[in-house]
């Protein structure tokens, strides 16, 4: 079994800041790809930021320069650190990790639960 388990989320004001915590457990022999996608009200899931293995990553246009992703691959977990948030950034975050489990050769994706971000004044 494999579980996913974000935190970090909640209320901030325009122009603040949250870091978002995922953290991989379970029998798990390797992470390869790990990111966030985040979905709004009304709108279709996106994905925000990836990070491979190696720490190379990719942004949305959309929080270039304000977003951060890194990862601890001694601990399983992911981060996105969100900066100068903007009301348009609202909307409930899932992690997502592709994960190699023991006798499978290949990566299955498994996301987590959620973690809903609000930027409001």
């Known amino acids: 079994q494999v579980q996913l388990v974000e935190s970090g989320g909640g209320l901030v004001q325009p122009g603040g800041s949250l870091r978002l915590s995922c953290a991989a457990s379970?029998?798990?022999?390797?992470?390869?790809?790990m990111g966030w996608y985040r979905q709004a009200p009304g709108k279709q899931r996106e994905l925000v930021a990836t990070?491979?293995?190696?720490?190379?990553?990719n942004y949305v246009d959309s929080v270039k320069g304000r977003f951060a992703i890194s990862r601890d691959n001694a601990k399983n977990t992911v981060y996105l650190q969100m900066n100068s948030l903007k009301p348009e950034d609202t909307a409930v975050y899932y992690c997502?990790?592709?994960?190699?489990?023991?006798?499978?050769?290949?990566?299955?994706?498994?996301w987590g639960q959620g973690t809903q971000v609000t930027v409001s004044s």
């Open positions: 997502v990790a592709a994960i190699v489990r023991p006798g499978n050769s290949y990566a299955s994706h498994y």
């Open positions: 379970g029998t798990i022999v390797r992470i390869g790809d």
């Open positions: 990070i491979t293995s190696g720490g190379a990553t």
